[in-house]
């Protein structure tokens, strides 16, 4: 099965678009979880907390996204534990998105995109997210391990920060440079999309922009987009409506530290962490039924 | 001592601005490192190849460019040995520039700076380049570590590859895009030039557009520039020479192939391949001796 086939497939059972980021932070971490400061604990603290976390959404949501920044804070052994978290998302029903912006040229592309998503990858995600600032030659690599291996991708193409218009925005040619990376998305991705309307390449889109989301999904219409930016920072179900298409497909959101760190909101802290995480999760389902009409 | 002034005294030192590009492919390795296939195998391969180079060109060069996808396909045992590659490389006296190309928002750019540059990185590099898609705000993070540990960045600019122009040459509001990128970088830079004229923030300007290499260098007086392309990308010696100023500063030339693989070269055949690396390094030497006139 396609990346596309087997991510709707887990969107329609589970019935939500929601993806829970996984953003291991040692300060944010439960106090129970927090044993020994050496980077070795410190990464057994981050499998043991993200693991955790994967049984207690893998029967909610079809996705995680791990963020691959706060693995490489600790060394090789971070690097081992993301390893270990991934593969236990996998083996509990989860597609794996890598978070890992990667991006570079030539045989380095092709490096990075079989590190992630080879055949023989030692991480093996099932989808990576990738920066489209080398130029449209730089994409490709990655695409064609992705064809080879039924993997995803998802470029960045609009994201969630204040700064992001510094350059996205900026009009070249009468639009915005965010419009000439849709395009090639586009392109890369009509050579491989399937029966569910969608195929291996996705884009990245925050929630933070509605109208250039909307716009961007006029442009994308076969793009599945990754929606990051709902919850903490501050895009609500309202602002991901347009993402989507009306058989409620087209899009997955990211929330991350308003679910992973339910903990310490007000609201659940007489639960148990794990518990907290399960209502933060429910409690995100909910507010994006509104807006994703399922099957 | 800052990253400009440590990269400044190298330079001065070893009288050339050539940056040797650690890039190990399994398949190009001497076949006397091959040994076993297995990732642990491999890894070891990697880093005893990068050391020994590193042992070669420590007295002749000022710095190494460890490129992290290579190190990143072979998992976490990659990751450890690239730990030991840059642990060697600054044993030994020469800097270490990380590519990793990084670039994330917010805290998730605190993550990665602190992974590669912080006080607390299980890595340390001396510098690490990063991508500027997610906008000027995205830098931020990434300036601030190098400001508090004494650590350098380049941000990429002008790339090396055939596509590099899709973006980066597209022109906004009057100029090519990579020209609104190269005035983030000078503001950046602004904050913290130091007595050698150059700062923590550097930028990646490739060799294989020796127009805009110039038309760069004017706009980023005091910006130090990481120059690839230069060697089996076609980059001629003629071609960076608008990179350096008076003083043959300014500038460091990266070659990763025609370097570390020398021992494929007809020319080089006859030797052992640390010989063949160690030839090959005096070789591109004496070719941007031509062009920048040290000391």
């Given at each position: 099965m396609t990346f596309a086939q087997r991510l709707v497939e887990r969107i329609t059972r589970v019935r939500t678009p929601l993806v829970v980021g996984l953003d291991p932070r040692w300060k944010s971490l439960p106090d129970?979880?927090?044993?020994?400061?050496?980077?070795?604990s410190q990464a057994i603290a981050y499998q043991r907390f993200c693991c955790e976390i994967i049984d207690?959404?893998?029967?909610?949501?079809?996705?995680?996204?791990?963020?691959?920044?706060?693995?490489?804070?600790?060394?090789?052994?971070?690097?081992?534990?993301?390893?270990?978290?991934?593969?236990?998302?996998r083996s509990k029903g989860l597609l794996a998105i890598v978070d890992a912006k990667r991006g570079d040229i030539g045989s380095t592309a092709e490096g990075?995109?079989?590190?992630?998503?080879?055949?023989?990858?030692?991480?093996?995600?099932?989808?990576l997210t990738v920066s489209p600032y080398l130029g449209d030659d730089a994409l490709e690599p990655f695409a064609k391990v992705c064809h080879e291996t039924d993997s995803g991708l998802f470029v960045l193409v609009k994201t969630s920060n204040p700064g992001s218009g510094a350059l996205q925005d900026r009009r070249a040619e009468g639009r915005?440079?965010?419009?000439?990376?849709?395009?090639?998305?586009?392109?890369?991705?009509?050579?491989?999309?399937?029966?569910?309307?969608?195929?291996?390449?996705?884009?990245?889109?925050?929630?933070?922009?509605?109208?250039?989301l909307a716009?961007?999904?006029?442009l994308m219409p076969h793009i599945m987009f990754l929606v990051p930016g709902f919850g903490s920072q501050g895009g609500t179900a309202a602002d991901v409506a347009?993402?989507?298409?009306?058989?409620?497909?087209?899009?997955?959101?990211?929330?991350?530290?308003?679910?992973i760190f339910a903990h310490q909101r007000p609201e659940f802290a007489e639960l148990d962490w794990q518990r907290a995480v399960e209502s933060a999760t429910r409690e995100a389902i909910e507010?994006?039924?509104?807006?994703?009409?399922?099957?």
């Amino acid at each position: 099965m396609t990346f596309a086939q087997r991510l709707v497939e887990r969107i329609t059972r589970v019935r939500t678009p929601l993806v829970v980021g996984l953003d291991p932070r040692w300060k944010s971490l439960p106090d129970s979880l927090r044993d020994g400061t050496d980077l070795a604990s410190q990464a057994i603290a981050y499998q043991r907390f993200c693991c955790e976390i994967i049984d207690v959404v893998a029967p909610l949501v079809p996705a995680v996204k791990p963020q691959v920044a706060f693995f490489e804070q600790l060394g090789w052994q971070g690097m081992k534990a993301l390893g270990g978290v991934i593969d236990h998302a996998r083996s509990k029903g989860l597609l794996a998105i890598v978070d890992a912006k990667r991006g570079d040229i030539g045989s380095t592309a092709e490096g990075y995109a079989s590190a992630w998503l080879g055949a023989d990858s030692p991480w093996r995600g099932d989808a990576l997210t990738v920066s489209p600032y080398l130029g449209d030659d730089a994409l490709e690599p990655f695409a064609k391990v992705c064809h080879e291996t039924d993997s995803g991708l998802f470029v960045l193409v609009k994201t969630s920060n204040p700064g992001s218009g510094a350059l996205q925005d900026r009009r070249a040619e009468g639009r915005p440079i965010c419009h000439h990376v849709a395009e090639w998305v586009e392109k890369l991705a009509q050579r491989d999309s399937d029966a569910t309307g969608y195929g291996s390449i996705g884009a990245v889109v925050g929630a933070t922009y509605p109208e250039q989301l909307a716009e961007l999904r006029t442009l994308m219409p076969h793009i599945m987009f990754l929606v990051p930016g709902f919850g903490s920072q501050g895009g609500t179900a309202a602002d991901v409506a347009p993402a989507f298409d009306e058989r409620g497909l087209g899009a997955i959101v990211n929330s991350s530290r308003a679910i992973i760190f339910a903990h310490q909101r007000p609201e659940f802290a007489e639960l148990d962490w794990q518990r907290a995480v399960e209502s933060a999760t429910r409690e995100a389902i909910e507010q994006l039924a509104t807006v994703a009409k399922i099957g």
